[in-house]
């Protein structure tokens, strides 16, 4: 029923989309944005018109297009890394332009920047509490063991938390980890960390850019309730075949790209691995026949992207994207226990792009989505395997239509496979006399359709605004409801713009996870039973001020949400190989709010960004199921609730071959529980008493404040004859060597002489001191 109703929603919107689109006709102005001489395509590269106050983004191919009323423009062309391009336009007929974009790096002393480029088109866009980064900029940002990590860098973003010391998941605005929706290509991303959760899985020399939405969702993003994290891979290059890479303290990278034929296209390949593995085995190795010896873990992660692209005629263009990726930890006492875990994911998508015109544009995706984990544990004679996966197949297309400067239609739909793994166990002897297996397996399907609007109707006044209808069933049951968004713009002055949004989500499939375990024993659960779909809504409004002729942009954020049943679970929960695990659930009640102000500039010598958040997150589990609920059904501070935060970035060109970069982060103390005593007590008569540890309410104590500071240079080489570009980054991670907490625990204190307990002291555990590193990046 559900599925019927989405379906015929779309084909109503798709029969009323003609009769709204006979707006009075305007030129267009289309074509391509590409880096010159690579000509790579620069995905989300900025096309505006200053004088008209319009803009447009280049898609995945680099293209763009303009509806403008007959005259002559200057149009500006701009994207972070490059320089920026002003070039006079007379319209009096359509136009396709084709905009080439020099790096900003190679002739840095002659750039002379004009218009207001990206900062103008953020001015001007209805859309609110969106960041972009590039995989250039994200280089040039100091990093850990000097591996430069996508995810890391948005944490440097406001209203985004990290979740502690070294950890690459994402908590935006309140929301959890789960509760992230990570695209690549389109296709969704389960796990996106490496190295239990210290790196992402995002080789930075197949990324081209990110884009993370914190609130004001558009309408074809849906599933998840706190942000979308977008990220688009690299084309290729498609003029000639080049090589780059990197040699690291603990990884390597190779990247090969050209052309698959001339004009017609291109592909890349980008691998990367770490070698943790090589130093530990050897260790191990030269060690081993030390009695007191403890083997070193074994560890290593790789990761392998591709994408080609293909033009099949003037109006239609293939890609094909894939990613693999795995981490293996093993261990083996030599003495009777092995320990190996694995864990990873496998993505591909392929995408059709068909063009009718320089107005209506189609785009349909087909992907593959695939992440599991498997523990086996083997002592002497008897082994123990557990094992989770999920796996989804999707379809989806996307329809848009641009018939004037007025309005921009958006129509899609979309329908998810989904196949749970929740528990796979299988234990037994070698000589088969002990054996036991289970096997928890569920399926569900998920579906979508929406229908979202850009209407200009004044200068002054821009709005969007759309629906989506979802759906998903699993199990027999069936849910389902609208999700409606909506945004506005108004411009006060050409330099000065006041921004609001509303957005209803839903989220129908959870990550069940045991809290106390450090290892990604990931578990996805879809709405079924008693476990219903995960409910959010965002209102945020803001300002946005354009300073310094265009150099600067500051905005201010204030946004509140709340959400409902939100998920928790009960103490002593089996969260393994359980076949009713939805009995398991505590269901509450969640609010977060706050302030972000954040100040950017991307123009000239120095850009870089400084944010500050004011921010509250709470969550609420009354008492059910017969249980007292969590913290007795009163309202606590999340873990990762972080009152105050603030994060500064500059990147400085001393010269043409060097640059400077920092980042400051300072954020209150994460939220934790510590016992406020402990009292003594006796099980049986004469033995000797334990002390036991008196708990308050949940996270009613704070670890002290992280802060960090951060240092790297890019001294760029001089180019040779066999290697043309490289360059060496140094980085220094904690500069100053700040033991920032990791967790408490408590000691005993014992008298020097009796040698008893006289109490506890606590101890802060660190995890990174100052750490140097430095990376060897070359291209040919």
């Known amino acids: 029923m559900i599925l019927r109703f989405l379906f015929g929603f779309t084909f109503l919107a798709f029969l009323l989309l003609p009769a709204a689109a006979r707006a009075q006709a305007r030129y267009a102005l289309s074509g391509l944005v590409k880096a010159s001489g690579a000509g790579e395509a620069l995905t989300g590269a900025t096309v505006a018109v200053p004088a008209l106050s319009l803009g447009a983004s280049a ?21 972070i890394g490059y320089q920026t391009l002003t070039r006079d336009i007379n319209l009096t007929r359509n136009q396709r332009q084709t905009f080439q974009l020099a790096e900003a790096g190679n002739q840095l002393g002659e750039v002379v920047v004009e218009g207001t480029g990206n900062l103008q088109q953020k001015l001007q866009t209805t859309q609110m509490s969106v960041e972009r980064l590039t ?41 959890s980890a789960d509760q992230n929706l990570v695209l690549v290509d389109d296709a969704l991303v389960y796990n996106p960390s490496h190295l239990f959760g210290l790196f992402s899985v995002f080789n930075p020399d197949a990324v081209q850019s990110v884009d993370l939405y914190k609130g004001g969702f558009p309408a074809q993003y849906g599933g998840r309730l706190s942000s979308v994290v977008d990220v688009k891979l690299r084309p290729g290059n498609p003029d000639k075949f080049t090589t780059s890479g990197g040699l690291g303290l603990i990884s390597s990278r190779l990247t090969v790209e050209g052309p698959i034929k001339k004009g017609k296209g291109a592909f890349l390949l980008a691998g990367r691995r770490t070698y943790f593995d090589v130093f530990t085995r050897q260790i191990n190795k030269a060690n081993q026949d030390d009695p007191d010896f403890n083997p070193i873990p074994d560890y290593y992660f790789y990761d392998f992207n591709a994408k080609a692209n293909y033009k099949l005629g003037d109006k239609d263009e293939v890609f094909l994207s894939g990613y693999l990726g795995n981490d293996a930890f093993s261990f083996g006492s030599g003495q009777g226990f092995d320990f190996n875990f694995n864990w990873g994911n496998k993505v591909a998508a392929l995408r059709w792009s068909h063009t009718y015109n320089s107005r209506l544009f189609l785009n349909t995706t087909a992907s593959y989505t695939g992440y599991k984990y498997d523990i086996t544990n083997r002592l002497d004679q008897f082994s123990f395997n557990l094992a989770s996966d999920i796996q989804d197949v ?17 129509l899609g739909v979309t329908a998810t496979a989904h196949r749970f793994g929740t528990g796979r166990l299988k234990a037994g002897s070698d000589d088969g006399r002990l054996s036991l297996g289970s096997d928890v397996t569920y399926y569900g399907q998920e579906a979508a359709v929406y229908a979202s609007d850009i209407y200009k109707p004044t200068e002054k006044w821009q709005f969007e605004y759309g629906l989506r209808v979802s759906g998903f069933q699993s199990g027999g049951q069936q849910y389902g409801g609208l999700e409606p968004r909506a945004a ?3 411009s006060l002055t050409p330099t000065l713009s006041l921004k609001g949004s509303y957005a209803l989500m839903y989220q129908y499939v959870h990550l069940v996870t045991n809290s106390g375990a450090s290892l990604p024993t990931d578990i996805w659960y879809p709405s079924r039973g008693s476990v219903k779909p995960q409910r959010s809504q965002q209102v945020a409004a803001g300002l946005s001020w354009l300073l310094g002729d265009g150099r600067y942009l500051i905005t201010n954020e204030v946004y509140y949400k709340w959400a409902q049943r939100q998920i928790d679970f009960k103490d002593g929960a089996q969260l393994f190989v359980n076949p009713d695990l939805d009995s398991e659930f505590l269901f509450g009640k969640g609010w977060a709010y706050g302030n972000e102000i954040y100040l950017e500039k991307k123009q000239g010598r120095t850009t870089g960004w400084l944010g500050y958040t004011l921010a509250w997150t709470k969550r609420r589990f009354p008492p059910q199921r017969g249980t007292s609920g969590v913290n007795n059904g009163d309202t606590f501070y999340p873990s ?12 400085h060109n001393l010269s043409d071959r060097l640059k400077l970069s920092g980042s400051f982060v300072f954020s209150s103390g994460q939220a934790t529980t510590l016992p406020l005593g402990r009292f003594g007590f006796q099980d049986v008569f004469g033995a000797d008493a334990a002390a036991v540890p008196v708990y308050p309410q949940r996270n009613t104590y704070r670890l002290a404040p992280y802060n960090r500071f951060d240092l790297g240079v890019v001294w760029q080489m001089k180019p040779t004859r066999w290697i043309p570009e490289s360059d060496l980054t140094f980085s220094i991670y904690n500069a100053y060597n700040r033991r920032n907490p990791y967790f408490v625990y408590f000691d005993q204190v014992k008298d020097e002489q009796t040698e008893q307990v006289t109490g506890y002291r606590a101890r802060q555990v660190s995890l990174f001191p100052v750490i140097p590193s430095v990376t060897y990046n070359f291209k040919f």
């Open 488 to 490: 506005a713009r108004y």
């Open 59 to 79: 898609d995945e191919r680099g293209a763009y297009s303009l509806m403008l009323p007959e005259g002559r423009y200057q149009v500006v062309v701009s994207f």
């Open 394 to 410: 999707s379809l989806r297309s996307d329809l848009d239509y641009r018939p004037n400067d007025q309005h921009t239609y958006r």
């Open 640 to 651: 990762y609730d972080r009152r105050h935060n603030l994060t500064a970035v500059v990147i």
């Open 135 to 175: 995989a250039k900029e994200a280089k040039l940002l100091p990093a850990l063991f000097g591996e430069v990590d996508i995810l890391k860098t948005l944490q440097l973003k406001p209203g985004v938390q990290s979740g502690g010391e070294g950890t690459s998941g994402l908590f935006v605005r309140g929301g």
